[in-house]
């Protein structure tokens, strides 16, 4: 319970019912910008993040494994006031970092060299793991 009073301290019930929206989408399905997804898996290949014969596919799995489990922690990033989440789970022994929009909307994902630092210095703001995200709502529903 206390996290869920730390998380209303940070967003405002319609922002946390857009999180977990947003949470809930790209849970169901990875969706990409037009030919985004694309260029984000050429990225990863060229910085060997990704093996070349990756397929988008095989890209958009390890997605889906890290916003899949309960146990990936979520994140807030604010950029010039707009909000995007960030799931942080381990995939293959490489702790990887999904970063998406409003509505789910995929922007990246990448293992960051050192994620904690990466974090840290770019303003993430901790929320909890997927789990106790998606039972906030459900006690602010009450």
Known sequence: MSGMIKKIEILSLDELIGFVEALRKIQQ?????PGKDLIHL???RALKHLPESASVSAY???ICKVVRNGRSIMYLYDFRGTHYYAARGVVDDNDWLVLFGAGGLMETAFPPEN???YLAHRGFIFLGYIEEVLKWIKEVRK
Not at 29 to 33: A, D, L, Q, Y
């Open 29 to 33: 399905k990875v969706r990409w910008k």
């Open 42 to 44: 050429n990225k990863r």
């Open 115 to 117: 994620i904690d630092d």
């Open 60 to 62: 958009e799995e390890i």
